[in-house]
């Protein structure tokens, strides 16, 4: 499968190279086309990384994930146009966050609304499902913990986006649950809240959420 | 330990039926002093049992117990005195539910506020922890999941109380996590939500949150 990750960050690069190793192609983007981290990314990763813009890309993905800060969102998803978006998955990685009153932060997004939500209206035509929102970096691929493996919360308005989603998160050593359409995002961003709090009280980052089942 | 537990649905009466069974004293109070269900849920659980309004409730316990619907919390803690609340630990298992548009609901109060915030500036001189919130009855006590115990977040301001609470939520079967101060609601409340709509998308009801710790 072509990939397309929008994000030079720890989360675009450890997709990326968690995508890499299960073996897919994976195209990493950012404004420009030569930009530093990219490179440096791909060359670590062999033949079947590249970089490119956000459009190209969007372009090369058969499957997109977004993984910049949240706040560039609106930018991002400008750049990658929307002909390079329409009908596919974009899997939404990114969280509101607002640090201008310190750390922890707070949610620059609530309420009746969320990022997950904005990311559907600023690509109408993608297919957005919510994912890998309330994780770290460290422990999204593969992760291995006591009593795990954890649960990844998804939500989305198309079923079949959430069903490839799924199946990619199986891949990636995650239980999954479905927890809705598209506005659900407003309880996983919460959730995100929640696992940033355990490591600004404890100092400890090692940590994912599990849904126990009866 | 003496403890005046506000409601008598079923919230109310699991927990209180719970604290008997832990040696307690349970004083369960309503708006009316002779409330049919009280009366019969105290009949139920022998000589530590007993039934009052929402102020004897509250005069009688060292430790309190909100869990009368959300909607009614600023009726009920009127009711209950701050003379009787001033000091105590304040257990807020409510959700500001709004099932205005159908099940499932959506939260009533979120963004920047939350329940658990407003019940504490409702009862300013209470020590409230948040709690109990985001599981349902059944499995507030003694919890029997593969793969358990699960994990009750909880938070609030005073350190000691939530303690104290945290040593009760042992007693009940739970591990604990402390999210923070009150303002950490928003985010417990968003849990409950997904905790509800679990059950409203597969019908199923038995499931719990846990933190898995590196």
């Given at each position: ?6 994000g030079t960050g720890d989360v675009g690069k450890t ?15 950012a ?6 981290k ?29 993984s910049t800060l ?23 990685t ?43 970096s ?77």
């Amino acid at each position: 499968m072509r990939v397309g990750v929008f994000g030079t960050g720890d989360v675009g690069k450890t997709l990326g190279s968690a995508l890499i190793t299960l073996g897919h192609e994976v195209m990493m983007g950012a404004r420009e086309a030569q930009n530093p981290k990219a490179l440096e990314w791909a060359a670590s990763q062999g033949a079947r990384a590249s970089v490119g813009t956000f459009a190209e890309a969007a372009a090369f993905g058969e499957l997109l994930i977004l993984s910049t800060l949240g706040a560039a969102n609106p930018a991002v998803l400008t750049a990658a146009g929307a002909e390079n978006l329409a009908g596919k998955v974009l899997i939404d990685t990114t969280n509101p966050l607002d640090f201008s009153r310190g750390f922890p932060p707070t949610l620059a997004v609530a309420g009746q609304d969320s990022g997950g939500e904005q990311v559907q209206r600023l690509a109408p035509e993608a297919r957005v499902v919510k994912a890998f929102n309330s994780v770290g970096s460290p422990l999204m691929f593969r992760p291995n913990l006591p009593g795990g493996p954890p649960t990844m919360f998804i939500c989305g308005n198309d079923a079949a986006a959430k069903a490839q989603v799924t199946a990619l998160l199986g891949d990636f050593g995650w239980e999954v649950e479905d927890s809705g359409d598209i506005r659900s995002s407003r309880y996983l961003e919460g959730l995100c809240l929640l696992w940033v709090l355990r490591g600004a009280i404890h100092g400890q980052w090692g940590h994912a959420f599990k849904l126990l089942r009866a």
